[in-house]
Structure formats: structure tokens, C-alpha cells
């Protein structure tokens, strides 16, 4: 009786991961371009087209690259500290930081230029405005 209900539970229990795997996998938003799940760090990135269409990546890197498309309209990103929506083109971006949830190198951005400086003493990168950022990353896809 006691290999009975432990064998029972066994299997119970491998059902029960099986299914939080597979809910987890349906429930995870991709980064469009990279692939990697969009996690609660992440630095949601979000551009706007022409005609009505959204795309949603996983890090202001991958979203700067998706900027030179002529057709996108707008785009927004997100404050890492507040982890509030900004509009992307006033955002101010920090490029090869230590911190980051989506691809490497990491990409943040900030809605204030001296908190992304500030950020940038502790966990080092490069300060970037959004013109030199959409250039930088132009740069690394060559
Ligand atoms: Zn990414």
C-alpha cells in the first residue's frame, strides 16, 4: 500500500511539473528578434508601425535595431529604475552593462541622463543618447 501511494504521488507530481512547464512555456513572451523569454526584469521595448502593427522585444538593444525601418512610426521603452513607459527617441541608454535580462551585450535605458551615469559608475557601460544609441547598435549588426 505505501509503494502504491508513493508511486501515485510520483507520477502526480511528474504530471504537475510536466503541466507548470508547459503552462510556463504558452505564458513566456519571446523577444522577437533574440528569442529569449521577455522576463519581469526585462526592458520592455516596444515600437509602433506605420500601420497600426506592434512588435514587443526584450531589451532596448534589440528594439535600437529594429529603429532603422522606415516604417515605424514610434517606439517606447522602458525606465529601468521607475519601470515606467517612456518614449524610446527620450530615452537615454547605457550599452554594455553589467546588469541586463535579454541578450548580451546588455542594454538599459533610463529616463534621466544622470541616473543611467550613475547607474554606469556602479555597474559600468557606456552612456548613450538615443541618436548614438540607434548608431551603435547599427554598428554591431555589421
Ligand atoms: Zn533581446
Known amino acids: ?6 508511486m501515485t504521488s510520483i507520477i502526480f507530481s511528474v504530471f504537475l511539473i510536466v503541466g507548470l512547464q508547459n503552462s510556463y512555456a504558452e505564458d ?5 528578434l533574440c528569442g529569449k523569454p521577455i522576463q519581469e526584469g526585462s526592458i520592455l521595448f516596444e515600437v509602433t508601425y506605420e500601420n497600426g502593427d506592434k512588435q514587443q522585444v526584450g531589451c532596448p538593444g534589440c528594439g535600437l535595431s529594429l529603429m532603422s525601418d522606415k516604417k ?11 519601470r515606467k513607459i517612456i518614449d524610446a527617441k527620450k530615452a537615454y541608454y547605457l550599452k554594455g552593462t553589467e546588469v541586463g535580462f535579454c541578450c548580451e551585450p546588455h542594454w538599459l535605458s533610463f529616463s534621466s541622463k ?29
Open 28 to 32: 513566456a513572451q519571446l523577444c522577437s
Open 1 to 6: 500500500m505505501i509503494n502504491r501511494s508513493l
Open 114 to 142: 544622470s541616473d543611467a551615469e550613475k547607474f554606469a559608475k556602479g555597474f559600468g557601460g557606456e552612456v548613450l543618447s538615443y541618436e548614438e544609441a540607434v548608431k551603435a547598435r547599427g554598428h554591431m549588426n555589421h
Open 72 to 82: 515605424i512610426k514610434s517606439a517606447t521603452t522602458m525606465d529601468f529604475l521607475s
